[in-house]
């Protein structure tokens, strides 16, 4: 986001649209009752994370040039997956070897404010925020190795009981005018899961996530 400098004359723009796009790295974070730790230190240690991102649309709104509150609309994609499952059969059709891929589907409604620590239109900022997720459904893709050599590919889509996993939002950026009308950012964030991810306290797993947030966008009137 830029940061727009009084002058005189000059009507500032206050609003602005435009399109973001994040790849990120998460990873869990066990915290179980006693009984249940080797549940929970199963399902942590069992599923490796994968390539995610999150990308959609922002509108923004300047407060002024030191603050800015910002709203977005995400389509988010979570993936991890198993280790290779190996399987003994002597039947010929039977799996010999199975890994399995989960994508977790979000619709991500981050609401930030920006603070920006220089006073001009090209800045360093620290933002914050909070983001209510909707869990929309996973895909489970199985890709099976048969005996007798030949593969196959099996899809399973699930809805979750827990359909809403807030997290709290935290980044630093930095924005630059491209143009008078169209500037870009670069915001490293951190987001952080406040419920459990298994809609569970006792085999509780949070889920943390970082990425760098990429962005092009372009000033209202």
């Known amino acids: 986001m830029a940061v727009y400098g009084q002058v ?3 009507q500032e723009e206050k609003k602005y649209i435009g399109f973001t796009f994040s790849p990120d790295y998460w990873l869990r974070s066990p915290k179980p009752n006693p009984n249940s730790q080797a549940i929970a230190s199963f399902y942590n240690n069992f599923y490796i994370p994968q390539f995610s991102f999150r990308t959609g649309l922002v509108y923004g709104f300047n407060l ?52 920006f620590l220089m006073q001009k239109q090209d800045g360093l900022y620290i933002a914050g925020g909070f983001s209510p997720n909707k869990h929309m459904f996973t895909k489970q893709t199985s890709n099976i190795l048969y005996n007798d050599g030949h593969t196959g590919t099996t899809t399973y889509y699930d809805i979750p009981k827990l359909l809403f996993n807030p997290n709290l939002i935290l980044g630093v950026g930095f924005s630059s005018n491209i143009t008078k009308k169209i500037f870009f950012k670069i915001e490293p964030t951190g987001r952080f899961l406040i419920s459990s991810f298994m809609g569970n306290q006792q085999y509780g797993t949070y889920i943390y996530s970082f990425g760098i947030d990429v962005g092009l966008f372009y000033k209202l009137k």
Do not use: C, M, Q, W
Request: hydrophobic share 35%.
């Open 64 to 115: 002024n040039h030191k603050v800015s509150l910002e709203a977005a609309l995400l389509y988010t994609n979570k993936s991890e997956r198993t280790p290779k499952l190996t399987y003994v059969s002597p039947t010929p059709t039977s799996p010999r070897e199975v890994t399995i891929i989960f994508h977790d589907i979000y619709l991500d409604i981050p609401l930030k404010i920006k603070y």
């Open 8 to 10: 005189p004359g000059v």
